[in-house]
């Protein structure tokens, strides 16, 4: 890897800061995306950027940029353990920061690491381990919003989770092999709620005032302009229209066997 920006935030001890890993233009762009929405509730915060396209970012926007042409699309597994914050929250590009992030950092003063658990828990992927069938209250973590310290039994984990990965072709996702070790570890982790990691935007039309602040949404429907899927989203109001949509043709569609008795109390014509 090589640096290639350096500023005054990387005087002396940077504690907390937040990390991009991003390959490829479309990816790129998302991460700008995403850090320019933190940069409005969090403008004093160190923000790096690991990426094969160092080149014409945006001025100020990241504190670091570390360039890396060979990157894996995993690539965050190798980035991780070597981010230079003493506490860092790793966000997927796909993301957008609706709020400041509080005292979010200070989880870390008793967890090595804090997560939140994925979403679609019903469905074998996310159930899905390589080493270990685990009970359905223990599904697979989402990596894409990673909060952690730089403690020795962390690093280990980080490095172990990279070395695992990368070992075995046959697996395309991390969370497999993060949620088999998971299991085995005595590590000291957080599941954060769901919240700081907003993969259902639709729970909004569900939660009173007073039940959470949203701070960080992570959404595939993000990349949907890179897929082919129709014009791009890049606020949470598009991002509202567009998951409210497609929850009525989810709840139209074949149900799990687990999900029918919820359709009819949904929609009680669907049972007659």
Request: proline share 5%; aromatic share 10%; glycine share 4%.
């Amino acid at each position: 890897m090589q640096d290639l920006q350096n500023t005054a935030s990387e005087q002396g001890h940077v504690t907390c800061g937040v990390l991009y890993v991003a390959s490829g233009a479309d990816y790129v762009d998302l991460a700008i995306q995403s850090a320019r929405s933190l940069r409005e509730h969090e403008p004093e915060i160190a923000i790096d950027l690991v990426t094969d396209l160092p080149e014409n970012l945006p001025a100020g926007l990241f504190d670091r940029v570390t360039a890396r042409y060979d990157m894996h699309e995993r690539e965050k597994l190798r980035a991780m353990p070597v981010s230079r914050f003493e506490r860092t929250l790793y966000v997927d590009s796909d993301t957008l920061f609706v709020a400041p992030l509080g005292d979010l950092f200070d989880i870390l003063d008793r967890f090595d690491c804090a997560l939140c658990h994925d979403v679609r828990r019903d469905w074998s992927l996310i159930r899905q381990g390589r080493d270990h069938a685990t009970p359905y209250a223990f599904p697979q973590h989402n990596s894409g919003v990673f909060l952690y310290r730089r403690s020795p039994v962390m690093l280990a984990f980080l490095r172990e989770w990279a070395e695992r990965f990368f070992a075995d072709d046959t697996v395309l996702r991390d969370q497999i092999i993060l949620k088999d070790m998971l299991w085995e570890s005595d590590l000291r982790y957080y599941v954060l709620p769901p919240e700081f990691n907003l993969r259902r935007v639709t729970v909004l039309d569900a939660w009173e005032p007073l039940d959470a602040v949203p701070t960080i949404v992570h959404s595939h429907r993000f990349q949907d302009h890179m897929r082919g899927r129709g014009a791009r989203i890049a606020t949470l109001e598009a991002l509202l229209e567009a998951e409210r949509a497609a929850l009525k043709a989810e709840w139209r569609g074949d149900l799990p066997e687990a999900a029918e008795h919820w359709a009819e109390l949904r929609n009680p014509q669907r049972a007659k």
